[in-house]
């Protein structure tokens, strides 16, 4: 199984629409949680944390879900700009390694 | 913020030689950096991590002798791929970490293509 679960998608949405995303994770020692973008070809790049309370930042919110080792998250009014591959990212205390999922494909379509 | 230059961008080389890809923090002291690598559709997976002045310790299945890491200096983590082939043929990335933040700063990636 491995650590980090997402669905590949692609996603295929019209501009506005609001779309979320699903991860699950193994290890239950993990303490720390995150989402990067990664545009094709290059880095990925830190959207946001994510926070046992849920959190959010202008039209994404992240959610957490320890007790199901669950993590979402939700893009609204999505812009054509918004499509990449969302990854799921996780790690078992500060400062260690990430580890990430596969991924999941937004495309956002006029 | 915080800067970490990889080079080079893309490489390509023929089978049997080897490829040095360099990792540079511009502005901060990179105690800890991270090597992964990225096969298409796939997601990164780490294949060392090294501290510096430390010997790397690679993730099961690594081979450390095929993917030599070295990290002399606060600033430069290099990663030399050895007797390349074509199934080397990936997305390098490196990610390194300042102890006193514990923030992660991604270089470009590396492209690489044996052929």
């Known amino acids: 199984r491995k650590e980090v679960e997402q669905d590949p998608g692609p996603f295929n949405v019209p501009e506005g629409a609001t779309v979320a995303f699903n991860c699950t994770y193994s290890n239950s020692a993990s303490q720390s949680f995150f989402w990067y973008r990664q545009d094709c070809r290059k880095e990925p790049k830190l959207l946001m944390s994510v926070y046992s309370s849920g959190n959010e930042d202008g039209r994404f919110t992240a959610q957490l879900n320890r007790a199901s080792q669950y993590i979402s998250l939700l893009i609204r009014d999505s812009k054509l700009s918004d499509s990449a591959t969302y990854l799921c990212?996780?790690?078992?205390?500060?400062?260690?390694?990430?580890?990430f999922g596969a991924g999941t494909i937004l495309r956002v379509k006029s | 913020g915080a800067v970490v230059s990889q080079h080079p961008s893309w490489v390509i080389c023929k089978s049997g030689t080897s490829v040095k890809i360099e990792c540079r923090s511009l502005?901060?002291?990179?105690?800890?950096m991270f090597w992964y690598r990225q096969f298409p559709k796939q997601s990164l997976m780490l294949m060392a991590t090294?501290?510096?002045?430390?010997?790397?310790?690679?993730e099961q299945g690594v081979e450390k002798d095929k993917f030599l890491i070295n990290h002399a200096s606060l600033t430069l983590s290099t990663l030399t791929v050895t007797s390349a082939h074509p199934e080397d043929s990936s997305f390098y990335i490196c990610?390194?970490?300042?102890?006193?933040?514990?923030?992660?700063?991604f270089g470009s990636g590396t492209r690489l293509t044996v052929v």
């Open positions: 090294s501290n510096e002045g430390s010997k790397a310790t690679y």
């Open positions: 990610s390194a970490r300042e102890a006193r933040d514990y923030g992660y700063t």
């Open positions: 502005d901060f002291q990179a105690t800890t």
């Open positions: 990212v996780v790690n078992k205390y500060v400062g260690d390694k990430l580890v």
